[in-house]
């Protein structure tokens, strides 16, 4: 999925003519904000495109192609946002997750058909097993929420990986802080 | 009369006033840093804290009188002189300063010959090679000062499995000695980790106390984390992500069969064997809430055995099998408790140091709980009494985790990250360390490693 997201990612950049959007696989200031930058600078590509005649730079790619590989994880992933942050050690989800989480509801409402699972995971500063208790916290309070929001239970599951797979590499605090999430996934 | 002193060893090192045990502790601070270098530095350690220097021990070769047979008896003198090497406990003497041959030690030895090179003890032996394949092993320890006959013992088994012999030898002259029970003669079954963090590979590995036959017990393509042996050694539970589905399992090391253990809507985690090898405590989060319970393998009733909002988890039993100790964060931050198995019983916590307190693990013997302390970033091992008394840390390192007791209560095995540069992991290795915070030495494994357990002694 991250090959494609990059490939995506990779056409959208040159389509843009070198403008400077983050990648949109990368941490994301912010839940899914990253995400969504991508995406509104396909939206400008596609603009651009229709006014070219369906030509775009010396590459030629359509635009148009983009939408049919936009799986309804790549939503989930850029439009939505995947990622509900935690802060150390805790697992009640901050007014920016529950926005994300708003998002998500919204997103799973408009798909019925749709399951999801959230991993839970820690930062790397923990024990293991408290860490797999604590990842399996955030996904539930993150899946709560989520029921909270209108979604069945059933449509939503939930897995820890404590800090055994952590989601950014990296031993500092700006790592750390990307790997306390809940991360959505759809089956 | 040296011998009851021994006897004493971990109990004296205990009664030394505060002032030379927290000087002390800085000083096995000081050893890990320098360890590589200076692993016997260790030693003169312990001669300021008042334990007695290693003795100086003669292992000669076990004679056999033939090409085969003096080659076997070769390879068990040296897994012998490894093991009590690195116990800390003992200072084998090089070979070459020997001035009796194998052959000559079989009846009485010249212990003249052997005070003049200084040597406490001796171990002499005859190796047997017999038609239907065994090996037939007689090995004798000799006080060399006193002149007297210690241990005598005949050990048989098929020759491919000598090293048994060498560690139940090793085991032997430990217990004589030191008066603490062997653990040689033991298994470490832990997860070997390749790979980069992100996709890392976590297999269960099994080997020998010392390293020897290693070998891997699943292929990776499943996460496992945290195993731990039952009592009766055939079998270890472990946590598997098999299929992404991640569950307690129940391995059987003789047939390679597993079992997922009950059948369960959520994950289940930490599980530990009882002392008698008939239950499996674990901790579980039904609605998100994690706390512990326990399965009889027999009937395969599960019981709750606490009822808190907090996590609870890493459960671990007592000896007699009475009480429990795990570790719950109800006070904000992970503390250890202790607590009666009959859950009625009331829980009481015993972590009242600075920072998180987690892993908390009984000892064999039932005098100790090991644990992982967290403060201020620098993570260390530990242990405490039950009531949470006499605390005392005996490694640290940027992440050191999962203490696991030797069969004989005196010696653990931990894991340690090294500290990580920005885009390079640390090594992850395992680490044996005696109860005093002495003598830690690497234990050697082809790959990184956590998460050790000792296995009790081989039946």
């Excluded at chain 1, 200031?29 to 730079?57: F, L, P, Q």
């Excluded at chain 2, 000087?23 to 050893?31: G, I, R, W």
């Excluded at chain 2, 017990?217 to 598997?240: C, N, V």
Aim: with cysteine; hydrophobic share 35%; charged share 25%.
């Amino acid at each position: 999925m991250w090959s494609k997201l990059l490939t995506l990612s990779g056409v959208l950049l040159f389509v843009a003519a070198c403008e400077t959007a983050p990648d949109g696989s990368a941490e994301g200031a912010g839940e899914g904000a990253g995400g969504k930058e991508v995406w509104s600078v396909e939206h400008e590509g596609a603009g651009g495109a229709g006014a070219g005649g369906g030509e775009v730079g010396a590459g030629g790619v359509e635009v148009a192609a983009v939408e049919p590989t936009m799986s309804s994880q790549d939503k989930l992933v850029q439009e939505v946002g995947d990622r509900v942050f935690f802060d150390f050690n805790k697992f009640s989800v901050r007014s920016d997750g529950e926005e994300t989480l708003r998002r998500q509801a919204q997103f799973l409402k408009q798909n019925p058909a749709l399951v999801i699972t959230i991993a839970g995971h820690c930062d790397e500063r923990g024990t293991r097993e408290y860490n797999l208790a604590l990842g399996e916290r955030r996904a539930n309070a993150a899946r709560n929420y989520l029921i909270s929001l209108g979604i069945h239970p059933t449509r939503i599951s939930t897995v820890s990986y404590g800090k055994e797979r952590p989601i950014v590499l990296g031993h500092n605090e700006a790592a750390w802080a990307q790997n306390r999430v809940g991360l959505s996934e759809v089956n | 009369m040296r011998i009851t002193y021994r006897r004493r060893f971990f109990e004296e090192c205990w009664r030394f006033d505060r002032q030379l045990i927290t000087s002390a502790m800085y000083m096995a601070v000081l050893c890990v840093v320098v360890y590589p270098l200076l692993a016997h530095a260790v030693t003169e350690i312990d001669i300021t804290r008042g334990v007695v220097e290693p003795y100086p021990i003669a292992i000669t070769e076990l004679y056999g009188g033939g090409v085969d047979e003096d080659e076997v008896g070769i390879s068990i003198a040296d897994v012998v002189t490894a093991d009590l090497e690195r116990s800390g406990q003992f200072r084998p003497i090089d070979r070459r300063a020997f001035q009796q041959a194998p052959e000559d030690l079989q009846l009485m030895p010249r212990f003249v010959d052997w005070r003049q090179i200084n040597a406490q003890f001796l171990v002499v032996g005859r190796v047997q090679l017999q038609s239907d394949g065994q090996v037939r092993v007689e090995f004798r320890l000799w006080d060399v000062l006193a002149g007297e006959h210690l241990v005598g013992l005949s050990l048989s088994t098929p020759r491919e499995n000598w090293r048994r012999i060498a560690h139940l030898i090793s085991d032997a002259i430990y217990k004589r000695v030191t008066g603490e029970g062997g653990y040689f003669d033991t298994r470490i079954v832990y997860v070997a980790e390749s790979g980069p963090r992100d996709k890392r590979v976590k297999r269960l590995a099994l080997m020998d106390q010392d390293g020897a036959n290693h070998r891997f017990l699943t292929d990776g393509k499943h996460m496992a984390l945290t195993p731990r042996f039952s009592p009766t050694l055939q079998e270890i539970t472990y946590l598997s992500y098999f299929n992404d589905k991640p569950r307690v399992y129940i391995y059987n090391i003789d047939t390679g069969k597993q079992e997922v253990l009950g059948d369960f809507p959520t994950m289940t985690i930490a599980p530990r064997f009882s002392p008698d090898g008939n239950k499996v405590i674990m901790s579980m989060a039904p609605n998100g809430n994690s706390d512990i319970y326990v399965m009889d393998l027999r009937t395969r009733v599960v019981e709750k055995l606490t009822n808190h909002p907090a996590i609870e988890t890493a459960p671990s039993y007592s000896p007699d099998g009475k009480h429990i100790t795990f570790e719950s964060d109800r006070s904000d931050k992970q503390q250890i408790y202790v607590m009666d198995a009959d859950p009625s019983g009331e829980e009481q916590r015993i972590s009242w140091g600075d920072g998180k307190y987690a892993t908390p693990v009984w000892s064999p013997r039932g005098d100790w709980i090991a644990f992982t302390n967290i403060n201020k970033g620098v993570f260390s091992i530990g242990v405490m009494r039950p009531d949470g008394s006499d605390e005392r840390r005996i490694a640290k390192g940027y992440l050191t985790e999962g203490p696991t007791w030797a069969p004989n209560g005196r010696v653990l095995m931990f894991f340690r990250e090294d500290q990580p540069s920005d885009d390079m992991a640390g090594d992850v290795r395992l680490y044996s360390v005696d109860i005093t915070g002495t003598n830690e030495r690497e234990v050697i494994t082809p790959m990184d490693a956590s998460d050790p357990a000792w296995s009790p002694l081989i039946p």
